[in-house]
């Protein structure tokens, strides 16, 4: 299998089906909410939350089996079906709309696969393994999310802002901007936030603003 390539993608208001109403769609219908898709959920059957989540309007549900002409429209379509015959002409038919297709599991039926990833506000780090084993991409992510924990959110909050306040203070020095922010981001401040001293945190994020 020929090497992936890596790539985050903006989801925001662009449509994407689903297919199938077990546990694993309710899953990345989740993750897909949270990344203000525009989700359709095809299955006959589904879970009560996703019940509920079609009945507060968050999704578009459609209780019936999937059928062909189902993906027009769609940026991305995810089959969660169990079923490799039902996967295999949802598969059929992305390819046939050039539309991105990922089987639940089944990585020889993917033209994309979803990785285990560490969300830290901000910061994503995303661990794939190719398919090869989803369990040991779990495993990293975990070991990921004890590295990285929660003030990483708080580190990159900071960072923004200060991003934002030198874009203003030198609107036509970009290395200047560049070298404080490398600064900052190598200095005693993520160490800070590590010990849980927010407050002497943002003293240092006020001072480096005077720079």
């Known amino acids: 299998m020929s090497q992936l390539y890596p790539i985050l993608t903006d989801l925001n208001e662009r449509k994407v089906v689903v297919v199938g109403g077990g546990n694993v769609a309710q899953r990345k219908v989740q993750s897909l909410l949270a990344c203000q898709a525009q989700v359709t959920l095809i299955s006959p059957q589904f879970t009560k939350t996703l019940e509920k989540w079609a009945q507060a309007g968050d ?65 994503q780090i995303a661990v794939s393994t190719g398919g090869a084993s989803p369990a040991l991409a779990k495993q ?41 922010l490398e600064g900052f981001v190598n200095s005693e401040a993520l160490e800070l936030l590590r010990q849980g001293k927010k407050d002497r945190f943002q003293q240092l994020l006020d001072d480096w603003k005077q720079r």
Do not use: M
């Open 59 to 123: 999704i578009q549900l459609l209780q019936r089996p999937y059928q062909s002409g189902d993906l027009e429209g769609a940026w991305l379509v995810i089959a969660a079906t169990g079923e490799e015959q039902v996967n295999r002409e949802i598969l059929r038919e992305a390819n046939e709309k050039h539309i991105f297709c990922n089987v639940v599991d089944v990585p020889e039926l993917c033209s994309f696969q979803v990785p285990a990833v560490v969300n830290r506000g901000d910061l």
């Open 140 to 180: 990293i992510r975990k070991e990921l999310q004890q590295e990285y924990a929660e003030h990483y959110e708080s580190f990159l909050k900071g960072l923004r802002d200060l991003r934002e306040h030198f874009k203003v203070k030198y609107p036509d020095d970009q290395p200047r901007r560049a070298e404080l």
